[in-house]
């Protein structure tokens, strides 16, 4: 690929952008029927949309629609059909499936493997390190009262909690899963495939004796 004519022209959003394969999207958006019954918005829009709030920093879907409608005529690299209001994006959110998604970011990321990967690591201990770990995300405890659970102390524990699977050789996640803030580290592992390359390391919120057994049975490490 020849740089200074492929990205000549274009913002870094729109080169990101075009590292995307559309018959990726395309695949996605048929397996997982994204498109079904969407006559304007489509999944690639939507993807583009929510890929230019994350880059963009919006905190809400007023401020990317209100910030992609300040680019209107200048959309042409980003490949953007579209331009969303905010009352689009929020039913694409509530209708589309987040299966699409998913399948888009597990499509590209084996496509660039080969750009992440740093096997140094693995020549020395002929295993794939895989670590995880989980983060509570706050949603505004004062106003959604009723996400989360009550202990007995009356505390509520608002929001929801992102489990994530990171090779050690690599630069991003192999498994991103959300779940309410209130879910057990150890739910995790049930979604795990334990194979004998590889080594989990987790901290002792993972602790589940079953889970160990299947470890030990699949000749898969963990500490």
Known sequence: MDKST???????????????????IIRNSRKHKAD???????????LISMLFCVFAKCC????????MLGLSGKTKHFQLEHIPYRST??????????DFFAGVYNDLLKKYHYVFSDSRIKQVIK?????FDSTVISL?????????????????????KMHTVINVDELVPKMVWFTDA???????LKKLKPAEDTIYVFYKGYNDYKAFKLFCEKNTGFV
């Open 6 to 24: 492929h990205f000549f022209g274009q913002s870094v959003f729109g080169q990101l952008i075009s590292l995307i394969d559309n018959n990726i």
């Open 36 to 46: 079904y019954y969407i006559k304007r918005f489509k999944a690639k829009d939507h």
């Open 60 to 67: 809400s879907l007023r401020e990317v629609s209100g910030a």
């Open 89 to 98: 994006l929020s039913d694409a959110n509530k209708r589309r499936t987040s």
């Open 127 to 131: 295993k794939q390190i895989e670590i």
């Open 140 to 160: 505004f405890q004062d106003i959604l009262k009723c996400v989360g659970r009550t202990p007995a102390n009356g505390k509520r524990k608002g929001g929801i």
């Open 182 to 188: 209130s879910t057990n580290d150890h739910s995790l």
